[in-house]
Nanobody, 119 residues
């Protein structure tokens, strides 16, 4: 299973960005999908996660500003980020809890995309 993320970039504080991630490969099904981020000198943290049924949870720091969505038919997950703050600067990685066609369940990660928010 491969995850390809896109959509990062440089934006001014208060601006918006949309991240997208597509899963491909020998996928039987995908349960949870999510976005995580790692800022310089910090540990990776959960940003948002969405279940196959659409249940969402967010980090307190992004609640009300970020919105996660997914398309189960296309195996994609997106993160709409608004009211961005310099503290949101990080490498954002997508994640999928997937079962392959060989019935192997695994935790898969995309390559990460850099989001930089200038003040």
């Amino acid at each position: 299973v491969q995850l390809q993320a896109s959509g990062g970039g440089l934006v001014q504080a208060g601006g918006s960005l949309r991240l997208s991630c597509a899963a491909s490969g020998s996928i039987f099904s995908i349960a949870g999908m999510g976005w995580y981020r790692q800022a310089p000198g910090k540990q990776r943290e959960l940003v948002a996660r969405i279940s196959r049924g659409g249940r969402k949870n967010y980090a307190d720091s992004v609640e009300g500003r970020f919105s996660i969505s997914r398309d189960n038919a296309k195996n994609t997950v997106s993160l709409q980020m608004t009211s961005l703050e310099p503290e949101d600067t990080a490498v954002y990685s997508c994640n999928a809890d997937a079962v392959t066609t060989d019935w192997v369940r695994g935790d898969y990660w995309g390559q990460g995309t850099l989001v930089t928010v200038s003040s």
